[in-house]
T-cell receptor, first 110, second 114 residues
């Protein structure tokens, strides 16, 4: 099945720093999604990307859909303590269900 | 904002017992999903459901699993004869009509099989 490689696996950063994480795939996706999961809760949608090359922002978050349609990145600027959590990329192919990356665990040190 | 709701939040069951996990998707959504997340691992697809039938299922979704939409609002996942390795968070998700429309997830049911 389709696989997503998400990196880094975990990050420890100081409050105020910028964060970058990315996902790559050997398959082409039509939609890239970024979710955040807090402990004990379900994934919450952060950003949805629908077109190759698309760059979308949501507050301090910015994500891009790679032009090859095989990758995406998420940036978080000026991190704050509540950014702590696990960030998952997810991709949708033509007729395939949503596939998740393994997640990036973000820790923010105040 | 409308949300996907799941009950119970935590279910403990003995190995070999049957469990039913319940979900109420967002009301105008048409596509429904179950995903599973074993502790510390990624979220894995189990099954998708549309127009009152399964549209796709993964190899995890074997004969011990079944889904049902018994009425206009509920969407259930039944696990027959649970095994220890079924212990996980089970997430229900739904999405509206529209190619590539994003999934909205519930907060999950933590299933513990002892």
């Amino acid at each position: 099945g389709q696989q997503l490689n998400q990196s880094p696996q975990s990050m420890f950063i100081q409050e105020g720093e910028d964060v970058s994480m990315n996902c790559t795939s050997s398959s082409i996706f039509n939609t890239w999604l970024w979710y955040k999961q807090d402990p004990g809760e379900g994934p919450v949608l952060l950003i949805a990307l629908y077109k190759a090359g698309e760059l979308t922002s949501n507050g301090r978050l910015t994500a891009q859909f790679g032009i090859t349609r095989k990758d995406s990145f998420l940036n978080i600027s000026a991190s704050i303590p509540s950014d702590v959590g696990i960030y998952f990329c997810a991709g949708l192919g033509g007729n395939t269900p949503l596939v998740f990356g393994k997640g990036t665990r973000l820790s923010v040190i105040a | 904002e409308p949300e996907v709701t799941q009950t119970p939040s935590h279910q403990v069951t003995q190995m070999g017992q049957e469990v039913i996990l319940r979900c109420v998707p967002i009301s105008n959504h048409l596509y429904f999903y179950w995903y599973r997340q074993i502790l510390g691992q990624k979220v894995e697809f189990l099954v998708s459901f549309y127009n009152n039938e399964i549209s796709e299922k993964s190899e995890i979704f074997d004969d011990q699993f079944s889904v049902e939409r018994p009425d206009g609002s509920n969407f259930t996942l039944k696990i027959r004869s649970t095994k220890l390795e079924d212990s996980a968070m089970y997430f229900c998700a739904s999405r509206p009509q529209g190619l590539g429309s994003p999934l909205h997830f519930g907060n999950g049911t933590r299933l513990t099989v002892t």
